[in-house]
T-cell receptor, first 112, second 116 residues
Framework: QKEVEQDPGPLSVPEGAIVSLNCTYS??????FMWYRQYSRKGPELLMY????GNKEDGRFTAQVDKSSKYISLFIRDSQPSDSATYLC????????????FGKGTLLTVNP | DAEITQSPRHKITETGRQVTLACHQT?????MFWYRQDLGHGLRLIHY???????NKGEVSDGYSVSRSNTEDLPLTLESAASSQTSVYFC???????????????FGQGTRLTVV
């Protein structure tokens, strides 16, 4: 079993839709959870970072962590064509050497 | 503005040749990383460094080496290129000293390497 599982999609939604992206993980030592956005032929860029269970909101984006279920989500409200990208979840085992472990990424297309 | 740059952006090489991919950052970050990204595998860590003269193996380090002689650069060398090393390579850096948290990693634009 991979440490981090992420449905690769692709996911296609109309403009204005609410998008839900998810990752599950198996390593209970993961403490820090991140979402990266990667546009085509570009490097990933950090979107949001959370620690421990709960929600974190930043504009149209909400990151949610449920440690008891080992499940994290990213919600995008009022999705825009400019949100079309691959979204990667990433996690850090705080008890180790702080390396990032990435999911495979979900390709999202928002259609105008 | 501070940045992280990779060169070349695209490279085609032959099997068995030695290839070096450059990574240069101007943030003065201590931590630098090399990843490869392949369809079906996502981003996988090749090597990483927490400072000058420090290098560590990641999960897919076989056939690759790095050296860190200064803060700004972490070149990645493929000793004898193989077709299995055809991939997109990303360099990243993050602030902090030693083993401090690397939540905010900054990535370069990537190098697309084809081994024929």
């Amino acid at each position: 079993q991979k440490e981090v599982e992420q449905d690769p999609g692709p996911l296609s939604v109309p403009e204005g839709a609410i998008v839900s992206l998810n990752c599950t993980y198996s390593n209970s030592a993961f403490q820090y959870f991140m979402w990266y956005r990667q546009y085509s032929r570009k490097g990933p860029e950090l979107l949001m970072y959370t620690y421990s269970s709960g929600n974190k909101e930043d504009g149209r984006f909400t990151a949610q962590v449920d440690k008891s279920s080992k499940y994290i989500s990213l919600f995008i409200r009022d999705s825009q064509p400019s949100d079309s990208a691959t979204y990667l979840c990433a996690m850090i085992n705080g008890g180790s050497n702080y390396k990032l472990t990435f999911g495979k990424g979900t390709l999202l297309t928002v259609n105008p | 503005d501070a940045e992280i740059t990779q060169s070349p952006r695209h490279k085609i090489t032959e099997t068995g040749r030695q290839v070096t991919l450059a990574c240069h950052q101007t943030w003065n970050h201590n931590n630098m990383f090399w990843y490869r990204q392949d369809l079906g595998h996502g981003l996988r860590l090749i090597h990483y460094s927490y400072g000058v003269q420090d290098t560590n193996k990641g999960e897919v380090s076989d056939g690759y080496s790095v050296s860190r002689s200064n803060t700004e650069d972490l070149p990645l060398t493929l000793e004898s290129a193989a077709s299995s090393q055809t991939s997109v390579y990303f360099c990243a850096s993050s602030p902090g000293t030693g083993h401090t948290l690397n939540t905010e990693a900054f990535f370069g634009q990537g190098t697309r390497l084809t081994v024929v």
